[in-house]
């Protein structure tokens, strides 16, 4: 009887054609591979290593080393000595890093690295060799989240590196160093990201990324800078910048032919004397800032592509001066080519001290979107007008209400202030309609959300529908649980039709 094995020999031999199962995917180009391989997880990639000596050649040249995706707490991640095709090392120690370390040891002569991402807790030595290795292998995209010991001096290669075009330094207290001189050096980089960046004794940063600095630099994000009072941006090829927990800024000037985006969180020392900022951006269409400090100075100047603009900034006291005052109207003004604007509580509180409620802003013109944060009641009512009377052709205006501490208690008394014919909020608004009528007559839709049915809000609500002549609709989202209850909602909808309304068009909606 034929055994199985001399069976299939004797097929094997009858059909040559099928001696051999061709390997396509091995026979593909390296680049293909590499861009198969980039899918996988960095570890998935570097155990494929064992499967014949053509893989090992792949990994040893894989150009997009991505460490952040091995769990720094597992002890299995496993380092492949490609020579003998097996697992050299456990990396129970994330500290170490022998992973990383490793694979650049095997990594064939020539073979240039793309992308280098890791994080871990370094020593100086270590790090220095990684980031030398790096460069030598003209790395392009280099991305570090580190800790050290103390302060890290930056090699001067990175600085010299022709190949580098994105850099990212992400340090932990506390912090690291530039290099001395920077002359002549980050010619290549397009997108710049530092984190910690120690500025304390180091005069010749204070100009670091204004002049010559930088010539093609697109992306620049600062975070946390430790010892920078002044910080000048002037690189011409910048289109977007971030800059974000820099405390002890004093001065902050902005200029670029060709910034686009522009984003500032959290920056500025509040108890500073003398402090100012300054923004020169002709293609500017994007600008966001929030939780800054007031400055005492602020100029917008040639801000004539401006598009969307989110304005807030750390809450006011009675050590504001006028001076800020006047600031946060400047700052107001810079924006009037703005076609969406956001403004945060404190601008509207701003505008409504007394002193500055007659305020003439620039008029927006181009503003079709308004979204107001803020607390409706009568404090507030002043920087509402002001805004209002600024925005002559808006189309849609959206108050996110913030709800104050006694708004429970007005649940009682709610249906009074729907029945009542006219509140003292809607009488000042009476009083002053003329002022804002062309506001009035380009209003097309009305979005307020966290609706507690005060006073203040009732008398607006009432105020708006008897004037807006051209709205469409209004949308109200209560901000408490009746906003649920259908009968609640009939009947204030019921009440609401009783009132008197200027557009036979306009649609009511609950939310």
Not at 148 to 177: A, H, I, Q, W
Request: glycine letters at 4%; hydrophobic letters at 40%; a positive charge.
């Amino acid at each position: 009887m034929e055994t199985r094995s001399s069976k299939r020999k004797r097929l094997l031999q009858a059909k040559p054609e099928f001696q051999t199962a061709i390997d396509r995917i091995t026979h593909l180009p390296d680049d293909v591979l590499h861009r198969i391989l980039l899918l996988l997880p960095i570890k998935t990639v570097a155990q494929t290593s064992v499967l014949s000596k053509r893989w090992k050649l792949l990994w040893s040249s894989f150009p997009d080393l991505d460490f952040t995706t091995v769990d720094p707490h597992c002890i299995s991640c496993f380092c492949f000595d490609l020579c003998g095709g097996q697992p050299a090392s456990v990396f129970p120690n994330p500290k170490t890093l022998n992973c990383i370390s490793q694979t650049l040891g095997i990594r064939q002569r020539g073979a240039d690295i793309r992308v280098l991402r890791f994080q871990a807790r370094l020593g100086f030595s270590r790090l220095n060799g990684l980031i030398r290795t790096a460069i030598r292998h003209h790395v392009q995209e280099l991305d570090m989240d580190v800790s050290t010991d103390d302060y890290f001096n930056v090699p001067r290669c990175v600085v010299m590196s022709e190949s580098l075009k994105s850099l990212s330094l992400k340090f932990r207290p506390p912090g690291f160093r530039l290099p001395p001189s920077l002359k002549g050096g980050f010619q290549s980089l397009q997108c710049l990201f530092l984190s910690h960046m120690v500025f304390y004794k180091k005069p010749f940063l204070l100009d670091l990324f204004s002049g010559s600095a930088f010539p093609v630099l697109r992306k620049l994000t600062m975070d946390s800078f430790c010892g920078m009072k002044f910080l000048d941006v002037g690189c011409q090829a910048l289109e977007d910048l971030t800059i974000e927990n820099c405390f002890q800024l004093h001065g902050l000037t902005v200029s670029g032919p060709r910034l686009e985006k522009l984003r500032v969180v959290s920056c500025f020392e509040s108890s500073s004397d003398k402090s100012w900022v300054k923004i020169i951006a002709p293609k500017l269409r994007v600008i966001h800032w929030e939780h800054n400090a007031i400055t005492e100075e602020s100029c917008l100047e040639n801000l004539d592509s401006m598009e969307e603009a989110f304005i807030g900034f750390f809450s006011i006291d009675e050590a504001t001066t006028a001076e800020q005052y006047k600031s946060v109207s400047n700052v107001l003004s810079g924006l009037s080519q703005a076609h969406c604007l956001t403004l945060q509580t404190q601008c509207i509180q701003i505008l409504s001290i007394n002193h500055y409620s007659t305020i003439s802003l620039h008029p927006f013109h181009n503003l079709k979107t308004l979204k107001l944060h803020t607390i409706l009641d009568k404090n507030n009512i002043g920087g509402l007008l002001c805004l209002f009377r600024s925005s002559p052709t808006l189309h849609t205006l959206i108050l996110k209400i913030i709800t104050h501490f006694k708004a429970e208690k007005r649940k009682a008394w709610n249906k009074e202030l729907w029945d009542h014919k006219s509140s003292s909020e809607e009488q000042y608004w009476e009083s002053r309609s003329q002022t804002f009528r062309s506001f009035l007559q380009h209003l097309k839709v009305v979005k307020m959300e966290g609706l507690v049915e005060s006073e203040s809000e009732i008398g607006l609500i009432k105020f708006l529908l008897k004037h807006g002549m051209a709205l469409q609709e209004m949308i109200l989202c209560s901000g408490h649980c009746n906003s649920r209850d259908p009968v609640r909602r009939n009947e204030i909808r019921s009440q609401m039709m009783g009132f008197s309304w200027a557009s036979s068009s306009a649609k009511l909606a609950f939310r």
